[in-house]
Structures are given as C-alpha cells and as structure tokens.
C-alpha cells in the first residue's frame, strides 16, 4: 500500500479508503504419529504428521467503514482469497467445492470472505449490517492465521461452523451492550446449493462491565431443524473474555459450547450408507440397528495469554471436548488438550509461533490412523507435536 499511495494516483487511493494486503503461511510440525499422511488429525491446521506444509497464502481488498463516529452513514466490503492446504477447513459445498468434495486436492483456492458492510452511525451507538459470506461470529479463534493466538488449533475449532453465507445485523446500544442477529444459509452453505441450504438463524448479545476489562457473549450461532446435512451444525456458544486488572499484560479467554445435528446416518449400519454426503461424517448410534440419530457435542476451552513485550507473549491453552457420537472427530470419544506456545515479532512483519502440545483421547485411540481418508480409526491415545509456523506480512 505504500508503494501504491506513493504512485501517481496515491492521494485517490487515499481517498477511496480501499487497501490491498495479506500473508503468506507455512507451518512445520514434528509428531509422534506417522502412520499416513494425516495421522495427526484431529489435530488441525498441521494434520500432516511430520511435514512442513503452506498452508495459507492470502491475499485481502477492502474497505473498512468509518464505525468510530454516529453521525453519518458510510460503507465497506472485504473480497479474502485464501490458497493452501487449510482450503480443507474452510470450504463450503457449492463455493469451487469440487476441489475438496470431489477431488481431495490437498492445496485448494478458498474465496473465504466476500461482503458488503452498511454501517449507520446514527443509529443507536452505530449499526453495521453485513451481507455476503462471513466468518461465523462467535469464538476466540478464527481461520486466518493473524486472527489466531497459536498456529494449531484447538479441537472444538477444528470442528466448528466456519463460515457463513447470509446477513447479519450488529447494533451497539450503549457503553455496556452489543446485540447482532441474522440469516444465513447455514454452515459452508451458501443459498443456492439447495441440497443442503436452509434458513438459519442466529443471534447473540455482548455485555461489556469492569471498565471494559470482562466481556460475556452469549450466541445461538445457528438454529434450523438441525437435520443432518453438510454441516448443518445447530450450536449454542459462550465466550467470557477477562483482563487482569492489576496484571494488565496478563488476560484469559474461556469459551464453552454445545452443537448438534439430528437424524445423522449410523455408521455402524450399512444400510445407512446410501443417507451419507461426501465430506459430512455419519454418527456411531448407541446400537446397530438405529438408521439414524441424535448427535451432540459439547467443550470447554480457555486460553491465558501473557505479554512478555511489545515483540513476545506467550499462550497456554487447555481444553476439553466430549465427541459422543463421533460425528465431529469421526471418533467416538472424549478428548483432551494441553498447549504451550510462544509468539515472537521480527520487525513488524514477520511472526514466529512455535508450540508444543499434547493430546489425549479417552475412551478409544483417534490419533495415527493408517488410513485415515478410508475412515481407518486411530491407533493410538496420545499424541505429542512440537510444531510453529512463520507469517510474512505484505
């Protein structure tokens, strides 16, 4: 952008507000499962055991609106396209699809954003209205890399709703709260794949007290019938964000949720194989003569971020999920995770972010499977990766 505001037209470019920028990410991990190509799965975004992998390369065009003032309307729009090998978490069934759906390519191109905002300052304390397709509001991670403490993610992440395709309105009311509600076509479902697609509603609310220093956000982030379709996630979350105030470098994030889809395909019964769609696991029922069936989940996670200075900080993250029918993790079981990682500026625009982390699964092995594309189960309990990633900023 410097180089652009510096050109010929450079003062239009101001003017117009509109930038261009983003990352390139490549990430490393080094695990104690190796049994196939993705034997650390459910470990994401480094589900390659033992490998180093580019896993995002993104490039952003926007324009923000102005939503520090109430007095005028203005506007904005974002137009992200991503290519790696995390095309695999945040495509949608109906957006070039086929590359994952149809293909298993490993590295895909993902336009993972493109929307409008409509902002009316005068509204309230400010009213924006988003239309397009959107990261799903909720939670303390995100799918792009500079929106993330860590380089992995964390369980409950991994297998969340990503995006979503619709509108959805924010409205600030004062100092203390914050109320957003929409429509969407669900999860990784744009409108016009109208095999999956269905009104989808979601709402929340911010409060905000302590001075700022505590947030609790409470979102229903999609509510349908909630039968079984590509990722018809139905889900509940709460967020509470906490700032110390006698440690000011020292804050904690802890969210919790509970998702469900009904009338999910039975793997334990053959018969139910015909009911299955490609990318959308099935459940394992309590017995094999179910054709289909309810399957929840539900997690707790927190992180404990400490700033060391302007260029360091470390992370601690633990979390816990309960995968009770498998439909998830595509194992039936329930898992823990401890994480430790380090975050380090060089210069201002490269980021380093090494880790190590530790996970468990309780009730059956879900790491290392051989064969984990033909639905092979895990071989193993714990799992233990030391991995990281580099971001270069441009």
């Not at 994401?44 to 896993?55: G, H, L, T």
């Not at 995002?56 to 974002?78: A, S």
């Not at 086929?98 to 400010?126: H, I, S």
């Not at 993790?329 to 201002?348: A, D, F």
Request: hydrophobic share 35%.
């Amino acid at each position: 952008m410097q180089a652009i505001w510096s050109g010929a037209h450079g003062d239009a470019w101001k003017r117009s507000g509109i930038q261009i920028y983003g990352w390139l990410d490549a990430g490393f991990n080094v695990s104690t499962s190796d049994k196939s190509r993705y034997a650390n799965y459910p470990v994401a975004y480094d589900e390659v055991a033992n490998s180093i992998q580019p896993d995002q390369e993104v490039l952003y065009i926007e324009r923000q609106p102005d939503t520090v003032q109430t007095d005028h309307f203005d506007w904005g729009f974002r137009i992200a396209q991503l290519y790696g090998l995390d095309y695999r978490f945040t495509t949608a069934k109906g957006i070039f699809s086929n590359q994952l759906l149809g293909k298993n390519l490993e590295y895909g191109y993902d336009p993972v954003m493109f929307y409008a905002d409509l902002y009316w300052g005068q509204m309230a304390q400010g009213l924006d209205v988003r239309i397009g397709r959107y990261i799903s509001l909720p939670d303390i991670e995100a799918q792009l890399a500079p929106n993330n403490y860590t380089y992995s993610h964390s369980i409950l992440y991994t297998a969340d709703c990503y995006t979503q395709t619709g509108m959805n309105g924010t409205v600030k009311l004062n100092d203390h709260w914050l109320v957003q509600a929409g429509i969407s076509a669900g999860c990784e479902t744009p409108p016009w794949n109208t095999k999956d697609a269905k009104p989808t509603l979601n709402f929340g609310a911010e409060y905000l007290w302590n001075d700022g220093n505590d947030s609790l956000y409470p979102m229903i982030n999609a509510l349908n019938d909630g039968k079984y379709a590509y990722n018809n996630l139905n889900s509940f979350y709460l967020t509470w964000y906490h700032k110390f105030r006698t440690h000011p470098s020292l804050h904690t994030d802890t969210e919790a949720w509970y998702m469900w889809e009904k009338d999910v395909p039975n793997v334990r019964n053959p018969a139910a194989a015909p009911l299955l769609e490609v990318g959308a696991n099935g459940a394992y029922c309590n017995s094999t003569t179910e054709l289909t069936c309810y399957a929840p989940e539900w997690a707790v996670l927190n992180y404990v971020e400490k700033e060391l200075s302007t260029k360091n900080y470390i992370s601690i993250r633990n979390e816990y999920v309960n995968d009770s029918k498998g439909q998830r993790t595509g194992t039936k079981t329930q898992y823990s995770e401890h994480l430790v990682g380090w975050g380090h500026w060089v210069g201002t625009t490269i980021l380093l972010r090494p880790e190590l982390r530790y996970d468990h699964s309780y009730d059956r092995p879900a790491y290392d499977s051989p064969c984990l594309q033909l639905g092979c189960p895990g071989t193993k309990k714990n799992q233990l990766t030391f991995a990281g990633d580099a971001i270069f900023f441009f």
